[in-house]
């Protein structure tokens, strides 16, 4: 079993919502991807996504378009991404880590031994945008024997039968997208996202993530009335972008701990 769920139902017994955070693994320095991920921990985050560089993020604004370009000019490879999760897990055995990216690096890799090398590593789960969950029962399925989990995107668009798709091949929770388009842009109307996760949950038993939009403290704790986690990354790159590299573990440790304030309050 991944950490994912044991970490839900911690923070049900507790009555509190689960905090997700996005970087992108080398942005904005390699030697800083693991400080980084024991920074947003210390601010109260509850689950890591970890974005794999690529070269055609499709589902990302400019933002975090921006972030794989500068990981990439450092050269930093999937391998090297589970590097820092090895890396990382030398100090904390606890916090769940789920890989977010495409689908062509996974294949370049070869999928048994990408599914493989995660699980040594100590990867708990992948989010791969453009997998359709209609398509890769398979991959699920040997992700979820080798004790991962396969988490799939929902968005306001989604039909009732891929809605019904992904609480099949799904584990972990559900990544509810909040807006028509890419990360980091538009702004959320919660009251529709409370509508459209309380059609999901007809059909997907698992814990639902809201990301998409999600700014600041407010915003979270709108989104955490309807749903089980709030996801933000957009936002957290915009800091590290304005950030000087010595000052950036601080700086997202500071904004996490006000998201983690709003959730709980």
Same mark, same amino acid.
């Given at each position: 079993m991944s950490r994912i769920q044991p970490t839900f139902s911690k923070l049900a017994e507790h009555k509190r919502k689960a905090l997700i955070t996005f970087i992108t693994a080398g942005d904005p320095a390699p030697e800083l991807t693991v400080p980084l991920m024991h920074a947003l921990v210390a601010g109260g985050v509850d689950i890591l996504?970890? +974005?794999v560089p690529f070269s055609?993020?499709?589902a990302e604004g400019p933002v975090i378009q921006r972030a794989c370009e500068r990981a990439l000019k450092f050269n930093v *490879?999937? =391998?090297d991404v589970l590097g820092y999760v090895r890396e990382f897990r030398k100090t904390n055995s606890h916090t769940p880590v789920v890989l977010m990216g495409y689908a062509n690096p996974i294949e370049r890799f070869g999928v048994d031994a990408f599914i493989a090398a995660a699980k040594e590593a100590g990867v708990d789960g992948t989010i791969v945008v453009d997998y359709p969950p209609e398509e890769c029962e398979d991959f699920a399925q040997k992700m979820q024997s080798n004790g991962m989990d396969p988490i799939f995107l929902l968005a306001p668009t989604s039909t009732e039968e891929r809605i =019904?798709?992904?609480a099949k091949v799904s584990s972990g929770f559900s990544y509810y997208v909040s807006l028509k388009g890419?990360?980091?842009a538009g702004n959320i109307d919660t009251a529709e996202v409370a509508e459209r996760i309380a @059609? %999901? =949950?007809k059909h997907v038993k698992l814990p639902i993530g809201v990301g998409f939009g999600i700014r600041d +403290?407010?915003? @979270?704790r709108a989104v955490g009335a309807a749903a089980d986690a709030v996801v933000i990354g957009s =936002? %957290? %790159? *915009?800091?590290l972008e304005n950030t000087p590299p010595n000052k950036a573990c601080e700086a997202v440790q500071a904004f996490v701990a006000d998201i983690r304030k709003a959730l709980d309050a």
């Open positions: 996504e970890l +974005g055609d993020p499709m *490879s999937t =391998r =019904r798709q992904v890419v990360t980091g @059609a %999901i =949950r +403290g407010a915003t @979270a =936002r %957290i %790159i *915009s800091e």
